[in-house]
Structure formats: C-alpha cells, structure tokens
C-alpha cells in the first residue's frame, strides 16, 4: 500500500517510438481510371492490311491470299472461316472490312465474322442477293435474325460494317455512290468472340467465291484516359474487357498481338510528378499464351524509363510492384502498358503513388511523475510529451503500453490508472496495452506535425508501495493508414 507515514512510490514512464514501413497503396493514385471501370472514347484499335494475313488463322474451309487480296475457296456446301489470332474477349465495339462477291447469289452469304465461339456458332454481318443479313450460327444451323432489302453487284467493293453492343447486333453496307443499308437484329447468344471473315456456300455444285480486301478494322471502346492502342510494329489489338474475371472490379485492359512480330501499347502521358521524388509504380498481369513480353513502364519526362514487369506465356493475375526515384529534372510520367508478340496480356489496378515516406521524433524519452501518493492523486504532466510527425501523405499516430506497472520485484499496478490526453483537451482517456490513436493528418511541412500529450497518473491506498520506482513503458507509432 501507498503509505503516508512512509516514503511515497517513485514512478517513471519510460518512451518510445515507432515508424511502421508504409505500403504505396496507401497514397494517393496519380493515375486516372487505374482499375479501367470508366469507359471513354472510341477509337481503332485494330487494323491489319490483309495481304501479310500475319493475324488471320483459318478455322475451317480455306482462304487464300493472292494479288493482295484474301478469298475465299467457295467449294459448294461449305463454310470459310478466318479469324483473328487471340481476339477471343471481343465483345462490344465494331469490325469494318471490304468485301465482294464473285458471283451474286442467294446462296452465298459472306463477310464479318463477330463473336466467333467454334465453327458452329457466331454471327456473321453479310451481302447475298437482294439483302444484308446478320446471320446467327447456332449449333451448327444458319438463321438470318436481321436483313435490309439491298442489291449488291458482282466483282464489286463494298464496305461491311458489323457493330455490336451487348445483345444488339447490326450489319451495314455501304457500296458505289454510297448507297447503304442496314440490317439489325436482338440476340443474346453470344456475349462475346473472336472477329474475322466468312463466306458460307450452300449450292453443292457450284464455287461461289467472296473476297475480302484491305483494310480488315476493328474499333472498341477505349478506357477512360487512356490511349486508343499505338502499334510498334504489325498490327495489335486492344480490348475494354469485360469477359473473364478481372483482377477486380468488372473491368480491365487487354492487348493481344495475331503474329509474334506484333507489338504495341496504351498509355497516359503527361502525370505530373516531383523531380527527385520516390514513387511506386504497381499493376496486376494477367498472361494467356504471350510469345514476347506483357510489359508496365514508367517513362520520365527525360527519357528514364522504369520497367515493372516483364511477363511471358501463361499466368493468373499477379500484381507487380516497383519503387524508383525520378531524376531531378523530371516534371510528368507516362505509364505505358506494353504487349510484345502474340497472345493476350491484361492489365489492371495500375498506380502510380508518390512513395509514402513517415518519421516520429519524441521530445523526451520518459515522463517522471516523482514520488507519488494517494493523498495526492491524481499527477498530472502537461505537457507530458510532444510526438512530431513528418510525412509526404495521409498519416496517423497512435500509442499503446507495454503492461502494467512494475517495480521489476513483483510488485504491481493497473496500467489503466494511467491516462493520456491531447495537450489541454477535456478527459483523459485510459491507457492500454492495445494501439490507440492520439492524432492524423495529412502531408506535412518539413517541420513536421507537433502533438503534445498530456498524462494523468492516479494511485490509492490498493496500490503497493516499494522501494524501486514503479515504470511502464509506452510506444508511439507513426504511419501511413
């Protein structure tokens, strides 16, 4: 017991501190859309000139290319079919090619192949004698859902324009003199596929052939600032995908390349950044099939240029994170996210955050309460401590104890007795053994963020009395939530 007809306890508050390593997550994201949930303009995204026929693969019957130009076999009863290498998650957006009939017959039907699943089901945006279609093949059986009265000539260009947007689906032609019509149709069959070409012949004895010349096109919606796809070399295509599960949310970014010679990139340009600043770069990949690399870079205003990830063949969503520090006379960032060769690269939660940085000093290592007794309680230090902080973002700054005080003897009191408030605040609040937060803020001056604590210490006549000085010890911690 505290007694006053003897010498009164000693106690003493030992401190510490604590900076806990910040995660870049935590800053603010400098990139606009980064997980691609905002859909944004239109553009081309795919184009390929069809005599190097580099992102075509014949899926069944024949297409050969001669004089530049891709035609197909037209062998009775049969079905031509090329599609593009690794567009398998085209869903919404438009396919443009030219196309003409060598001979005009409502027995041959050809042009853009949307949505393409197997050999025996997709749509096909067609001419055929006194019509444009949009033909669905479904389990192997031709239906025409869609058609527009029109009279295309044999031996003659005409553009075929297939767009699809969820389960609308429509065919338009365009031919000499700009004459057009549009055929339109609802079905919900397919939500997404490959794109290509075909020609379906169904007179047994008789070749009707379809050629397709350049240029094959493809338009997609573009996420929300980001670039429509720049091509490097062949011609690669860009998806706004919404087929296969995303790294999260239901949206994300894929760039697949038809030949191993294509490459090509999206990107935001123009981020502004610190010179002589740590940033974070970090991206989830996801890989089917890649022949080159799926790459996410940081390329400085001057040319340096930051590689997060170089990622081949096949795998699952993994995220990649790379810290690196901006040369001094860097004033913007472009991250440019990167397919080299054939196969499909997505891309998803892409950041760029300024590297969360957090330090902590303490304006003394101990608080001594002197001798106390219960006649005298409760002791009161104002201020107790000051705890500065300094960060470049968000953080926060807590406290907790080690346990009850000890004289190191085996004797004994509550840490709870022991109670800490903001310098001048109302009450105080009971220390304990799991982390409470004193005080957060924002990014601060070089200075820092001053926090005094004041620290209240109540004994009774319950609590022993020893001649060691009774101590605890507190810990701040500093850091970026």
Known sequence: MFDTRTRAAACVLALGGLVLAPAAAQAANLVADPGF???????????????????????????VLAGGTATTAGLGSS???????????????????????AAVTPQLTGGVVLRYRDTANFYLCGITKNAVVVQRRLAGTDTVIGTAAYSPA????????????????????VGPGGVTATAVATDASFASGMIGIAAVNS????????????????TSAVPQSWTPITSLAGRPGMVFDHV????????????????????????????PVAGNTSYTLTAAIRTDAVSGSARVMAIESGGTTTTLATVTGTSAWTIYSATFVTQPATTSVTVRLQVDGSGRASFDDVSLAITP???????????????????SSPFTRSPAVTATVTSNTNWALSLQGAGDFSDGAGKTFPLAQLGWRPNGGSAFTAVTTAAQTVASGTATTSAGTANPIDYQLQVTYADPVSAQPFSTTLTYIATTP
Not at 155 to 173: D, E, F, P, Q, R
Not at 203 to 218: D, E, G, I, K
Not at 250 to 270: I, K, N
Request: with cysteine.
């Open 244 to 271: 296969a599960p995303a790294n999260s949310g239901s949206s994300y970014l894929q760039l697949f390349g038809g030949a191993g010679s294509y490459a090509g990139y999206a990107q935001q340009a123009g981020i």
């Open 203 to 218: 007179t047994p004895t008789q070749v009707r052939q379809m050629s397709f010349l350049q240029p094959f096109t493809m």
């Open 154 to 173: 044999a031996s003659v260009a005409y553009t075929l324009t297939a767009t699809a947007t969820g389960s609308s689906i429509s065919c338009k032609a």
């Open 357 to 375: 940085t957090v330090g902590l000093t303490l304006s003394a290592t101990s608080v001594d309460f002197g001798a106390v007794d219960p006649l």
């Open 79 to 101: 079905t031509d079919v090329a599609v593009v290498r690794n567009s398998q998650d085209y869903q919404d957006g438009t396919v443009t090619v030219l196309a003409s009939q």
């Open 37 to 63: 949930e905002t859909t944004g303009s239109a553009g081309t995204v795919f184009s390929d000139t069809l005599p190097d026929l580099n992102a075509l693969q014949i899926t069944t019957g024949n297409v």
